[in-house]
């Protein structure tokens, strides 16, 4: 919860997509929305964890393989976190961790509102996004710092709540 954020001059749009999103991939409009992101500014970075998503620029970076304990780490190079989903049988069946571990290193997130994600918002520190509508979101949080820090604030003090100790007699129940 207390990551070492480093200022860095871009901004960093973050995707840990492991290869089941390529299903996601093919169904939304967020590769064309990232690359026209890519095209149009020169102050975006763009990473995905897992899944190659062939954008063309080289300010986009693929890492195949980031093992669980070096997660964290590689996160807090994030800016915007992003979750895109499609609205598919195995996406309503999804848990709601990569908000959580995208909240514990201090990264705002903007995510579809499928499955475990339809509930949360600003008050969990990000935002739902429609289909057609990643690139104006995006646009939006990398022209306003402040609401990125606002909502990485929010998403700190959701996600210490989220803790194994702090949930135990909810599952006891």
């Given at each position: 919860l207390n990551p070492d954020r480093v200022p860095h001059p871009r901004i960093t749009i973050g995707w840990t997509a492991g290869l089941e999103h390529a299903a996601d991939v093919e169904r939304l409009p967020i590769v064309p929305a990232l690359q026209r992101l890519l095209d149009e500014r020169d102050d975006v970075n763009v990473i995905s964890l897992?899944?190659?998503l062939g954008l063309?620029?080289?300010?986009?970076f693929h890492v195949q393989h980031v093992p669980i304990p070096s997660l964290t780490r590689q996160l807090v190079e994030f800016d915007v976190g992003i979750a895109p989903l499609s609205d598919i049988e195995?996406?309503?069946s999804r848990s709601d961790v990569k908000l959580k571990e995208y909240?514990?290193?201090g990264v705002p997130w903007?995510?579809?509102?499928?499955g475990p994600y339809a509930e949360l918002g600003e008050r969990q520190g990000g935002r739902l996004v429609a289909d057609d509508g990643w690139h104006d979101e995006l646009?939006?949080?990398i022209e306003r710092p402040r609401e990125r820090r606002k909502l990485a604030k929010r998403g700190a003090k959701w996600v210490a709540g989220q803790t194994l100790s702090a949930n135990a007699h909810r599952w006891e129940d």
């Amino acid at each position: 919860l207390n990551p070492d954020r480093v200022p860095h001059p871009r901004i960093t749009i973050g995707w840990t997509a492991g290869l089941e999103h390529a299903a996601d991939v093919e169904r939304l409009p967020i590769v064309p929305a990232l690359q026209r992101l890519l095209d149009e500014r020169d102050d975006v970075n763009v990473i995905s964890l897992g899944l190659r998503l062939g954008l063309r620029s080289p300010r986009y970076f693929h890492v195949q393989h980031v093992p669980i304990p070096s997660l964290t780490r590689q996160l807090v190079e994030f800016d915007v976190g992003i979750a895109p989903l499609s609205d598919i049988e195995f996406n309503r069946s999804r848990s709601d961790v990569k908000l959580k571990e995208y909240a514990s290193a201090g990264v705002p997130w903007l995510a579809s509102p499928i499955g475990p994600y339809a509930e949360l918002g600003e008050r969990q520190g990000g935002r739902l996004v429609a289909d057609d509508g990643w690139h104006d979101e995006l646009v939006r949080l990398i022209e306003r710092p402040r609401e990125r820090r606002k909502l990485a604030k929010r998403g700190a003090k959701w996600v210490a709540g989220q803790t194994l100790s702090a949930n135990a007699h909810r599952w006891e129940d």
